[in-house]
């Protein structure tokens, strides 16, 4: 017998867009650069790779926490 889901799924997933402007140096390294959103408003800076990953990581939280408080 197969499992009906409970719910419309897709009804709780939403898509999102980030903008990443970066500056990369002469070999192509990134070196530093923002994550901005749809409106352009500045959500993080970052330097190199690490900095990259971090602040998307910090973004992502972000979102979640807004989602919990309801401040989406």
Not at 23 to 47: C, N, P, W
């Amino acid at each position: 017998m197969p499992i009906q889901p409970n719910g419309n799924h897709l009804g709780d997933k939403r898509n999102v867009t980030v903008v990443l402007r970066l500056v990369l140096d002469a070999h192509g390294r990134l070196m530093h650069g923002e994550l901005v959103d749809m409106e352009g408003t500045l959500q993080q800076r970052f330097k190199g790779q690490r900095g990259l990953a971090q602040a998307v990581r910090m973004w992502l939280v972000s979102q979640e926490q807004d989602t919990t408080t309801g401040d989406s």
